[in-house]
């Protein structure tokens, strides 16, 4: 459980599992000081299509780097750029700094050379999936950058589920740490506007693929939020895993359960990259 008084302590502790990165990712600093980890594909000339991938943690822990293995294998199996952004955590740092950093590395991202901007799609797990939600709401609105998808991967998208009704403590990620995630982030954010399931208009906005089990505590919200999705005319793919549990594919990626969850995402990016017509 993260609650404000053991915050420092997971943080501390989820530090220690951080390994010593391989040769194939490039650290990169950006000029707003995000840090970006970008991972490139071997021997590919043309630009490809690139993911900017989003880190969870409840909006309150986590880095880019806990991603590494699943970043690079989006790269190898895809043959595109990869890039995951570092973005500030809250509570230090509340909505909106924590979106603007992923907004900046999606601009920065969407610029880079080998980059085909048109076939751009966001992701994230968790509270990345909920900051990928925010973002593709914000590329929308801004209009400066075009989406080709957006992958939810159990996103975190709407902080009235720890409040509504009793819920059991489900494994890896309880009410009370949604709680906690969520009051951190907002701090006096109108939800209305930050929350990505609060939103009325969701139309026009990139197709979408939206995974998750039916034991997490988010899969009625996410299940909410694609039916709504659907409604506003946005195309939304979803995979709902029997019997899985949050973040059940990083627990134990090499489950037969897991394998198949990593190459659906893989198969509606494919096709969200595939040149039109």
């Known amino acids: 459980m993260i609650t404000p008084r053991s915050l420092r302590l997971v943080r501390a502790l989820s530090g220690l599992t951080q390994r010593h990165s391989r040769g194939d990712v490039e650290v990169i600093t950006l000029g707003s000081g995000v840090g970006v980890r970008l991972f490139r594909p071997v021997g590919v000339a043309e630009p490809t299509a690139a993911l900017l991938w989003i880190h969870g943690g409840g909006y309150v822990i986590g880095t880019a780097q806990q991603d590494d293995g699943l970043c690079r294998r989006f790269s190898t199996k895809l043959g595109i750029t990869v890039a995951s952004v570092d973005y500030r955590l809250a509570p230090e740092h509340p909505y909106p700094a924590p979106l ?14 080998g980059v085909d901007a048109k076939r751009l799609a966001i992701g994230g797990a968790s509270a990345g999936g909920g900051l990928a939600a925010a973002l593709a709401l914000l590329a929308r609105d801004r209009g400066e950058i075009g989406l080709a998808f957006q992958l939810l991967t159990y996103p975190m998208i709407d902080d009235r589920s720890s409040l509504t009704t009793p819920k059991p403590n489900y494994r890896l990620w309880s009410p009370q740490s949604n709680e906690f995630g969520w009051t951190a982030y907002l701090g006096d954010a109108d939800p209305q506007v930050a929350v990505p399931a609060r939103r009325e208009d969701l139309s026009g906005l990139a197709p979408a693929w939206i995974g998750v089990g039916t034991h997490d505590l988010f899969h009625d919200e996410d299940l909410a939020y694609a039916e709504r999705l659907r409604s506003a005319g946005v195309p939304c793919e979803v995979e709902v895993v029997s019997g899985a ?20 995402q893989c198969d509606s990016l494919r096709a969200a990259f595939a040149p039109a017509g």
Request: aromatic share 18%; charged share 20%; glycine share 2%.
């Open 100 to 113: 603007e950093d992923c907004y900046t590395a999606l601009a920065w991202l969407a610029a880079l050379p």
């Open 245 to 264: 549990f949050h973040g059940f594919d990083l627990v134990a990626p090499k489950a037969q359960v897991s394998r198949t969850f990593f190459r659906s």
